[in-house]
T-cell receptor
């Protein structure tokens, strides 16, 4: 399977615990995005990387959220001190950004469903 | 929050019927994309549009990039049961690196 993969697919945690999700993008893609999706809504952009550089993080929901992409391949999204309001689907997407091309298509993984009890 | 207004919110149609849904915004977008999402899965890209007025087809799906660059339309012809799902429009603005999504149109197809 050469698509975007995410792990785990489901995570149940207690309020106050830290959680970390992993995303493996399509191998030749240099951009990686994280989104959050709540019930009945479309995905909401959180942050993105070009290679290992995090180019936008102002949309991260709070300072409890952080993301890394240390070697420009897979990425992790961590939520510290989880709250019940963090329950949602966390989606990862990747794309290939070519030089001089301002538009591009994003391909999504299956998501990680987080439930905070 | 969402900048894209998608309508209708839901549709119930008979198998074989054609479907139309649209997405509007008060802002200009230079790329419009349409995705389909099945329960418990991530969105799957259906069609991408890059030029105002562009009309693009993918099998029974046809999408158009509005002339004003503030809207887009998706049509599905001769619907089949596997068309069931939630259809999202998404738009990207020039020099913005995030993609904005509508709230989705939930399609139900009755056999």
């Amino acid at each position: 399977d050469t698509g975007v993969s995410q792990d785990p697919r489901h995570k149940i945690t207690k309020r106050g615990q830290n959680v970390t999700f992993r995303c493996d993008p399509i191998s030749e893609h240099n951009r990686l995005y994280w989104y959050r999706q709540t019930l009945g809504q479309g995905p909401e952009f959180l942050t993105y990387f070009q290679n290992e550089a995090q180019l936008e993080k102002s949309r991260l929901l709070s300072d409890r959220f952080s993301a890394e992409r240390p070697k420009g391949s897979f990425s992790t999204l961590e939520i510290q001190r989880t709250e019940q309001g963090d329950s949602a689907m966390y989606l990862c997407a990747s794309s290939f950004r070519a030089e001089g091309v301002l538009t591009y298509e994003q391909y999504f993984g299956p998501g990680t469903r987080l439930t905070v009890t | 929050g969402q900048q894209l207004n998608q309508s209708p919110q839901s549709m119930f149609i008979q198998e074989g019927e054609d479907v139309s849904m649209n997405c509007t915004s008060s802002s200009i977008f230079n790329t419009w994309l349409w995705y389909k999402q099945d329960p418990g899965e991530g969105p799957v890209l259906l069609i991408a549009l890059y030029k105002a007025g562009e009309l693009t087809s993918n099998g029974r799906l046809t999408a158009q990039f509005g002339i004003t660059r503030k809207d887009s339309f998706l049509n599905i012809s001769a619907s089949i049961p596997s068309d069931v799902g939630i259809y999202f429009c998404a738009g990207q603005q020039l020099f913005n690196n995030d993609m904005r999504f509508g709230a989705g149109t939930r399609l139900t197809v009755k056999p």
